[in-house]
């Protein structure tokens, strides 16, 4: 019996699908389309484009955001007990956070330091933000099973799949925003956003309703790149005087 899966990934203002097929436990890509939300048209409008386009019947599906539409916060806490971080951590970025806790949505990743401490890369979105898109799902026939970030599930079968792997730095680059992520013994140990320069705009096309991957050429995304290295030296930087701080 052959099943069918729509994963959806919203990233800056283009909605991008990819339909996979399973039969007898191998998966398969059946189609693939993007569409752009204009500022005339809303995300109903793409999802019935995307579905159309697919030929997606089901309601079932995955969703990733954008890293950008996210507040991400690194902390340290002297709790080891997933069960503790989960009542503590709220109030810890409470004191972070202009927003009420109560108006965000929270989940977190957190690495075991010793036996004391935990390293916690914490993402928050606005509860109204959310519940907005699903109610877009929803009326577009939609229902996701599974909202993740996007460049989290890559990062995960690299995770996976990558058993030797010590340290790594992965890019999720967008046409607006390009999503860093830093793994280190086998953790995802940081995430941070950065804006994409002008130049890197410039470098990725869209041309009609989709993003023109003929465009994007080892020259573009060194446009893109050039304009985010020194963020990243930057952002590395910190992270290890922070460490080094607390040793």
């Known amino acids: 019996k052959m099943s069918m899966i729509l994963a959806i990934d ?5 909605v991008t699908g990819v339909t996979i097929t399973k039969t007898g436990g191998v998966s398969h890509v059946a189609g693939h389309a993007s569409a752009i939300i204009s500022n005339e048209g ?25 890293a950008e539409n996210c507040s991400i916060r690194n902390l340290t806490l002297p709790f080891t007990s997933q069960d503790v971080l989960d009542q503590t951590l709220p109030f810890e970025l409470e004191n972070l956070s202009n927003t009420p806790q109560e108006e965000q949505h929270l989940d977190y990743l957190f690495t075991p330091v010793d036996e004391k401490q935990s390293a916690i890369c914490a993402l928050t979105i606005e509860r109204k933000r959310l519940t907005d898109i699903l109610d877009d799902f929803q009326e577009a026939g939609l229902d996701p099973s599974i ?3 996007s460049g989290l599930p890559t990062i995960q079968y690299i995770l ?8 790594a730095a992965v890019l999720d680059i967008g046409a607006n925003n390009t999503t860093f992520f830093f793994l280190e013994n086998k953790t995802v140990t940081l995430i941070r956003t950065f804006a994409t320069d002008p130049e890197g705009k410039a470098a990725i096309e869209f041309k009609q309703d989709r993003l023109d991957i003929q465009s994007v050429s080892s020259d573009a995304l060194a446009s893109v790149t050039d304009g985010i290295n020194s963020r990243i030296r930057q952002t590395l930087l910190t992270m ?7 040793e």
Do not use: M
């Not at 919203?10 to 283009?14: R, V």
């Open 10 to 14: 919203i990233h800056d203002n283009l």
């Open 42 to 66: 809303s995300l109903v409008e793409s999802l019935n484009e995307i579905k159309s386009r697919t030929g997606y019947k089901g309601s079932d599906c995955r969703l990733a955001l954008g």
């Open 147 to 149: 909202v993740t970030i």
């Open 160 to 167: 996976e799949n990558e058993p030797d792997l010590s340290q």
């Open 240 to 246: 290890k005087n922070v460490t080094d701080d607390l």
